[in-house]
């Protein structure tokens, strides 16, 4: 057991301190078990969202001496023995109480997608190959823990919410628009509505992401290059009018 | 008790970060622009850019910023012969006051390609545009920000300067090719294994690029159509994924060693360094 010093902050979205704890912690502890022993033992009103305390459902998002982390994944002995761990709520939502940010400004914007849309069925059942449905099951392991949102700096700085949907909802429209079976077209939606131009690729998204999932290179820039197909490269669509080929885009 | 909003101040550089953010974009700005530096010093020396070792016919090195040869100033010292010129002497029209270096003529090629890279975008972003600067930490705020979708739009053209890029990596093969000659007699020298890994690193770095990588396969929706098996094009894109998990490897290492190449025939055309190889001089 050993004494560690906390900074958490106690307050709301207009005003707030950061409040100082002392805590004992053991070997193996993460962030969120010190978060509980201070909550358990010296401040029984500390708002703080969590659920499963196993980096699945992504509901403990904080920040971590400035960094965007699960608290329930980030062990006490990343930190030196003597260094204050400072936690923050989540900076580009606003804050409720304490540790708990407003995240719902994300589920509206969920609304704004055009969902699956398969072909009906004529008869018989839907068949997909493992090898067509690779690339969107790696955008299935998001927890919507938004730390990506949460990074963004078009989001975050920029302040740009009307214009860009977010790191964690192009990679939804990426898994729609490469899902072998949907019928759909996002591609103007992509573009105008949920602003791809909008991301300049400096991949924080990416490497926040606590399921490693590569947001930029395997659905942002992919997105990217399907508008570019689409609006951006004349040679390419009279390559496709003058062979009289449909362009997958 | 000090009362503040939780969010930073949104001030340029504020951040609650404790480590050294700094350090990334620090060092790949001051790399890239150590290799612009460099890059531009050799592009306007129009000198030494070729050595065969004072032999005629087929073969020599030659540096990988002059290659292709559009033209060639006669009666320069380490130039190439006038047979390896694709459309003849220096033109006579040239400004007196920019250097005749074929060099100048070509560079913008493969620059725009990297220029463009979604991985170049990455780091310049943050090191010179400090946009931002790095995660959760507060870059230039501007009031009207537009990503790239106003002056930068241009960055949509990307898969354009892939189709240069491609073109200069069948150049620096056959100039990989030439070295292994001298005087028309097959030969190797540490010129030539350095030549010949050039063209190898650009074209990890080329095909491992992202807009390679969507023209083939990465617009498909369906990898195993129409009878269920896995296309051929399944097997590139694969490949091509390959690479580009690692792009930002190859992107550096091609960067740094295209520059040494033209080091190292610079300092064996000038006589600077001695090549060691089995023809003998």
């Known amino acids: 057991m050993a004494l560690r010093n906390f900074k958490l902050f106690r307050g709301n979205q207009n005003e707030g301190t950061m409040e100082h704890y002392s805590v004992e912690v053991d070997k193996g502890m993460v962030v969120l078990d010190a978060i509980h022993h201070i909550q358990a033992e010296q401040a029984g009103d500390m708002a703080l969202r969590w659920n499963c305390k196993a980096g699945k459902c992504g509901s403990c998002s904080v920040e971590i001496n400035g960094k965007p982390k699960l608290s329930c994944m980030t062990r006490m002995n990343e930190y030196g023995p003597e260094e204050t761990i400072s936690v923050r709520p989540l900076q580009s939502f606003p804050v409720m109480k304490d540790l708990v940010s407003d995240v719902s400004w994300n589920y509206e914007q969920n609304k704004n997608i055009t969902p699956f849309k398969p072909d009906p069925l004529k008869k018989g059942n839907y068949i997909m190959m493992q090898e067509d449905i690779d690339r969107v099951q790696e955008f299935r392991k998001c927890l919507e823990c938004y730390l990506c949102q949460n990074v963004c700096h078009v989001l975050r700085d920029q302040r740009q919410k009307d214009k860009f949907i977010g790191p964690r909802f192009m990679i939804r429209l990426a898994s729609l628009e490469m899902h072998p079976l949907d019928t759909a077209d996002r591609i103007p939606d992509v573009k105008d509505t949920h602003g791809s131009g909008m991301c300049n690729i400096t991949r924080c998204c990416t490497d926040v992401c606590p399921e490693h999932i590569q947001i930029t290179d395997n659905g942002i820039i992919p997105l990217k290059e399907r508008v570019v197909d689409r609006y951006y490269d004349p040679l390419l669509r009279l390559f496709y009018k003058l062979f009289r080929r449909k362009s997958p885009n | ?281």
């Open chain 2, 1 to 281: 008790m000090v009362t503040f909003s939780q969010q930073s101040s949104g001030k340029f550089l504020s951040t609650y970060r404790s480590d050294k953010w700094w350090f990334e974009p620090l060092w790949t700005g001051l790399g890239f622009l150590s290799f612009v530096a460099y890059t531009t010093w050799a592009m306007f020396q129009g000198d030494y850019y070729w050595w065969s070792g004072g032999q005629e016919g087929f073969g020599g090195y030659l540096s990988p910023f002059y290659s292709p040869l559009l033209f060639i100033k006669e009666a320069v010292v380490g130039s190439a012969p006038m047979d390896h010129s694709w459309f003849g002497s220096w033109p006579g029209w040239w400004p007196v006051l920019i250097p005749a270096s074929p060099a100048i003529l070509i560079l913008a090629g493969p620059l725009s390609f990297r220029m463009t890279c979604y991985y170049y975008r990455k780091f310049y972003y943050r090191a010179y545009f400090m946009s931002p600067p790095a995660c959760a930490v507060s870059g230039i705020s501007q009031k009207n920000y537009k990503g790239e979708t106003a002056l930068l739009v241009f960055q949509n053209l990307h898969r354009y300067t892939l189709y240069i890029a491609l073109g200069f990596v069948v150049i620096l093969s056959y100039d990989g090719f030439l070295s292994l000659f001298r005087g028309g007699e097959f030969g190797i020298g540490i010129g030539s294994i350095i030549l010949i890994i050039n063209p190898i690193l650009l074209a990890g770095y080329t095909f491992g690029c992202h807009a390679f990588r969507h023209l083939t396969g990465g617009n498909q929706d369906c990898f195993t159509c129409p009878n269920g098996k896995p296309t051929f094009r399944h097997m590139v894109w694969r490949g091509v994924s390959w690479l580009n998990s690692r792009h930002i490897l190859w992107a550096w290492i091609s960067m740094l060693w295209v520059a040494f190449a033209d080091f190292y025939v610079r300092m064996v055309s000038s006589g600077r360094w001695i090549d060691i190889n089995t023809w003998g001089f």
